[in-house]
């Protein structure tokens, strides 16, 4: 190779400085833009979809907080089926099997029925909404949810005036839940909800967040998501919704009466028995933040409870 000496180069070959700068500053930059896009495309799919999240309010139910990340929503979770941990869902999760699946509606309505999944969404307002997400045990998120609202389910489905509430039921299979094999608590997860709760706008019934299908371990693949209610509420991989006319058991209140209420509405000034609820810590901050009642949801939904003794019926 020959190497030309410094005084050998015509000047007409000499880049000027500045352009030779500008060069070097225009490589390094499209080196930067290559690494992002090679780094794009070793990123799975979930992180593009939190990268791709539009920021900001845009429907009328929406919060204008910013959503917690992919990551933080789908490993740090609280589904005993797969173990008590809050890594334990997304480690054990993966074997679940979520098709084909069936949701049995039976009770107090006109038309019970077995629907696949796919028949019992079909004709939904399928709509993503950001909400607030708060757990009894003190910690919350914001959460882009993707469902539709289970009004529309309740109102095709025609309960009849004898349904007062609305009762829930998780799948039970042992053999691909491994916490179903232990006792501590009675399964399977059952919730509930008064027939009016069950109406209200902001109830939905949750098939994906972040605008992608559920993940086995935030619940897939139909979950309950009332946002006003602590996260319990929030009964995961449903395979039973039961019209009936009595308050129905519900998982937590079985447990530990004292502790959890059949509303379980977020309220501020009703401590839990062993610990106050007046503060939460968002996951991903440090400092902590005041509860609201309700969840930060009360204009909406106060009316519900006029009237009511919410320390009697926490
Ligand atoms: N549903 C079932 N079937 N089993 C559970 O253990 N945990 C509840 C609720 N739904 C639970 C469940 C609790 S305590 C909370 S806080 C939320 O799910 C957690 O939902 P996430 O993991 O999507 O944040």
Aim: net charge positive.
């Amino acid at each position: 190779m020959l190497i030309k000496r410094g005084n050998d180069i015509p000047s007409s070959e000499i880049t000027p400085e500045h352009i030779y700068v500008h060069r070097r500053a225009f490589l390094r930059a499209a080196a930067a833009a290559g690494i992002a896009v090679a780094l794009r495309e070793a990123f799975p799919e979930s992180l593009r979809a939190q990268d791709r999240w539009p920021q900001g309010k845009r429907g009328p139910y929406d919060t204008d907080e910013k959503p917690n990340t992919y990551k933080e929503i789908t490993t740090y979770n609280n589904f005993y089926e797969f173990g008590t941990d809050k890594g334990d869902p997304a480690k054990n999760s993966s074997l679940f099997k979520t098709k084909p699946w069936t949701v049995r509606i039976e009770g107090e309505l006109k038309r019970p029925a077995t629907y696949a999944l796919e028949d019992l969404l079909k004709g939904k307002t399928i709509e993503d909404r950001i909400y607030r997400f708060r757990c009894v045990e003190g910690w919350s998120m914001v959460i882009p949810w993707r469902g539709f609202q289970l009004s529309e389910l309740i109102k095709q489905v025609e309960p009849t005036s004898r349904a007062k509430y609305i009762a829930f039921e998780t799948v039970y299979r042992p053999e691909e839940m491994m916490g179903q094999r232990r006792p501590y608590l009675t399964w399977p997860y059952v919730e509930g909800l008064r027939m009016d709760e069950a109406m209200h706008p902001l109830t939905l019934l949750v098939t994906g967040l972040y605008g992608k299908d559920l993940p086995n371990q935030n619940g897939a693949p139909l979950r309950l998501i009332v946002p006003w209610k602590y996260g319990f509420k929030g009964i995961k991989s449903i395979v039973k919704i039961r019209f009936v006319e009595k308050e129905p058991p519900t998982t937590w209140n079985l447990a530990t009466p004292d502790e959890y209420g059949f509303y379980s509405n977020v309220n501020p000034d009703v401590d839990h028995p062993r610990w106050s609820q007046k503060t939460e810590r968002r996951i991903g901050e440090f400092l902590k933040r005041k509860t609201l009642m309700f969840n930060g949801y009360a204009e909406q939904v106060a009316h519900l409870y006029a009237g009511m003794d919410l320390r009697k019926y926490f």
